[in-house]
């Protein structure tokens, strides 16, 4: 089968991670353990997701003319992205995240942009060919709303459906949330967005009906440990999700969007694109970093059919039984497979 051309417009940076005991408090320093730098950014991290969850995936973006810009490039290209459309800045360096984790999991990021708040509408337009012949266009929100609403409106134009993931957290205006195809808000952004705390089922099918009421066809609400509120034409369901044992949750949400924008693409139903994009989050959680543990498309069906966290072991994909306790749950379903 094909690949299901995906065209992805955002960020990319380079993130700096520190391993720490627990996230230091307001003015107080930690010795931590491991260093290591690996690529970031939500868009790229989305990018690579869709990559390797099965996408054909262009990529648009704005990164420095320094090294970091260069091992961003080499990523690129080695998960077999279209990098024709990621420009070059030669004033403004690439960004950079700086980021603790946690023995539990859990992480703290602070980001300077540097070139991705320079990606503008007008190098989303030289790429207007490109979204006639998408299947799906995936947004996020660490370029500038301009931007993005830029390429929205390429993509309504060509009548290609839009995923926008809306993070960070930031009001938005009425004319990018109307006609958009999926909405795929945390708890945070679900509140800034409906004024409505996100607290269980109940408060999640409120928030999901007020999002929908903006003119949108179909919202998932990640919920972190608790997992994920689907909605949609005649859909409202919460989906419990996988127990794992957490190493990093950097980039979960961004596999999560990768592998269900693939999933969309493909035109597989809300529900199961919702399974797929669940158990690649999940995966993706046990492992440092964030394109550092996106997982593979055969990664993720064999956790979908076994229930077993595979790990990589000389190229090749062994289950190693780790369904965990303590750990993050995912973003959606029961272990293998969605029973509908």
């Known amino acids: ?3 299901p051309p995906v065209l992805v417009v955002g960020s990319s940076n380079t ?7 627990r996230l230091p408090q307001p003015g107080e320093t930690l010795l931590g353990g491991d260093f290591s730098t690996v690529s970031g950014g939500k868009g790229a991290n989305q990018a690579v997701g869709a990559a390797l969850a099965g996408g054909a995936v262009t990529f648009i973006a704005r ?3 320094d090294m970091f810009g260069d091992m961003a490039l080499e990523g690129f290209r080695a998960n077999r992205i279209n990098t024709e459309f990621i420009v070059r800045d030669r004033t403004n360096p690439s960004g950079v995240a700086l980021i603790f984790v946690a023995a539990s999991g859990q992480n703290s990021i602070a980001v300077a942009p ?3 708040s320079k990606l503008s ?3 989303v337009r ?5 979204f006639r012949n998408a299947s799906v266009v995936l947004l996020q929100l660490e370029t500038p709303l301009k931007t993005a609403q830029a390429a929205a409106e390429l993509a309504h134009a060509a009548g290609v459906r839009v995923i926008l993931n809306p993070a960070p957290a930031q009001a938005l205006p009425a004319s990018l949330l109307d006609g958009l195809f999926l909405l795929t808000p945390n708890e945070t952004e679900t509140l800034l967005l409906t004024g409505i705390n996100v607290e269980n089922e109940r408060t999640a099918a409120q928030a999901a009906d007020k999002l929908l009421g903006q003119g949108i066809e179909n919202a998932i609400i990640t919920m972190g440990a608790r997992g994920a509120f689907v909605a949609g034409k005649g859909i409202r369901r919460f989906l419990p999700g996988y127990k794992v044992s957490a190493v990093d949750a950097t980039g979960a949400g961004d596999v999560f969007n990768g592998a269900l924008a693939v999933s969309i693409a493909e035109g597989k139903p809300l529900l199961e694109a919702a399974a797929f994009a669940n158990a690649a989050a999940a995966i993706s959680v046990t492992r440092l970093g964030a394109q550092t543990s996106a997982p593979s498309r055969k990664e993720i069906e064999h956790f979908m059919e076994t229930g077993k966290v595979p790990r990589r072991e000389h190229g090749s994909i062994v289950g190693n039984g780790s369904n965990g306790s303590n750990g993050w749950n995912g973003l959606g379903i029961k272990r293998k497979g969605l029973k509908v």
């Open 121 to 123: 509408p007008a190098d």
């Open 1 to 3: 089968m094909a690949k």
């Open 63 to 65: 990164i420095g003319s």
């Open 126 to 130: 030289k790429a207007r060919g490109l």
């Open 114 to 116: 540097g070139a991705n």
């Open 15 to 21: 993130d700096m991670i520190i391993k720490v005991e």
